[in-house]
């Protein structure tokens, strides 16, 4: 029986396992879920075991050259694991690195200290797989994070005429995820959708145990910032302009090469892009845009660099090639400055817009739209004076990372509680 009332347990043992975000080896870089999760449970008094990759996946390159454990201080550690590593987000190589880091996390986990409780995010299915078969073979509790709905995920890059086919050669990635979703003690996600995604294939109701914490974001110090960056000259001659706002990796369905159609078609010298971040995309945008004066390129940002940017930017944007229900991280980062948010993304994206008139949906691959969404807060100020205001009434009650890892952390000691009490 999950109880709200409970006795705080003494220090656990904890693993959070997650490949595809920042690590924290870096202070200037940006701290995502696990790290912000970790931070917390730390202050709880709790000892963390991050099992990773040792490969950026935002970057495309190598973190650590081999297997590798770090001491970040006396109760964080992380546990990089090598893959191959792949220059492409949807590729055969990415595929291979995620099954080989599964691997190697069943060969070496049984070998550790056994953990109290078990996190692991999901994507990849096959590593969260491991990871709860490992949990159940041991008795420990284990909570699966969705982040993306893998493997089907997988089928919007098919032809649909091909999708039973795909299903067929994917039978056991599929049949990967319903045990994975069968065996856990509690789901958790980052948006409703994908909860009630993970439970059906869990075959099962919601139970208590089972939460939605979403993304969030740190709030940012961004009045007390100062502009001392490499990119002082740059601000100083933009800081004028309505700056439309990208930020994030350029790839598969984050991807912001609409930004320069609208911009070819905004003939409005008031009205600059600014596109920030790096990827797979990056060399094709920065070619694509090279004689384009009202777009600029701010190549990769860390933590201080992307607030100097929301500090001056006017509207933030999450564009999607594709019709796809996601909660993106920038969609919360854009929030924390009072940004309206312009999305492409449907589910709980476009009900939060409309819902709280924080922006505006505009359909993917809709150049005439976005343009018209764009205008609409440029030539509107009581607008978007009220749509800013409203972004930032809403990530305080909302998003506000401080209190969404807070009531992770202490979801995660009440799920520990409630095992031991029944097993």
């Given amino acids: 029986m999950y109880e709200n009332q409970f006795c705080k347990p003494n220090k656990l043992n904890i693993w959070l396992i997650q490949i595809g975000e920042n690590l924290p080896v870096d202070e200037k870089q940006r ?31 190598w973190i650590f050259k081999k297997d590798t454990e770090v001491t970040l201080n006396s109760r964080l550690r992380l546990y990089a694991l090598k893959g191959i590593g ?37 994507p990849p299915h096959d590593l969260a797989y491991q990871a709860v078969k490992f949990a159940k073979e041991n008795k420990i509790p284990v909570l699966v994070d969705i982040r993306d709905p893998w493997p089907d995920i997988f089928l919007e890059y098919i032809p649909s005429a091909f999708h039973g086919i795909a299903r067929k050669l994917l039978f056991m990635d599929f ?120 777009v600029t390129l701010t190549g990769w940002l860390n933590q201080e660099e992307i607030e100097l940017w929301l500090k001056y930017a006017k509207v933030g944007v999450c564009p999607t090639n594709v019709k796809i229900d996601l909660l993106p991280n920038k969609f919360f980062v854009y929030l924390s400055a009072g940004l309206p948010v312009i999305s492409a993304f449907e589910g709980d994206s476009k009900e939060l817009i409309e819902k709280y008139q924080i922006g505006f949906y505009y359909p993917p691959n809709d150049v005439e739209a976005l343009v018209n969404c764009i205008l609409k807060l440029y030539n509107n100020p009581q607008l978007y004076k009220k749509m800013s205001e409203n972004a930032k009434r809403i990530f305080d009650e909302m998003f506000d990372a401080d209190k969404i890892y807070e009531e992770y952390a202490n979801h995660i000691e009440k799920v520990y509680v409630n095992y031991k009490k029944i097993n």
């Avoid at 999760?37 to 709880?44: G, S």
Wanted: glycine share 4%.
């Fill in 31 to 61: 701290k995502m879920r696990t790290a912000l999760l970790a931070d917390k449970l730390v202050e709880r008094g709790h000892s963390v075991l991050w099992w990773t990759s040792a490969f950026d996946h935002f970057k495309k390159d």
């Fill in 86 to 122: 792949y220059k492409k987000n949807v590729s055969l190589s990415r595929f291979i690195d995620h099954r080989i880091i599964a691997w190697k996390f069943k060969k070496i986990a049984p070998k550790m200290p056994k953990p109290d409780i078990i996190v692991t995010s999901m």
């Fill in 175 to 294: 049949q990967m995820i319903r045990n994975t979703m069968q065996m856990a003690d509690g789901l958790i996600a980052v948006t409703n959708t994908f909860l009630e995604w993970g439970l059906k294939y869990a075959n099962r109701e919601k139970s208590p145990v089972d939460k939605v914490f979403p993304l969030g974001y740190k709030r940012p110090n961004i009045k007390n910032l100062s502009n001392t960056s490499k990119f002082t000259n740059l601000i100083e001659e933009l800081k004028d302009k309505f700056i439309i706002f990208f930020v994030g990796t350029m790839a598969n369905y984050h991807n912001p090469s609409i930004l320069l159609e609208v911009a070819k078609r905004v003939k409005n010298d008031k009205i600059h892009f600014v596109i920030a971040g790096y990827g797979e995309l990056f060399d094709e945008i920065k070619k694509a845009s090279k004689d384009l004066k009202n």
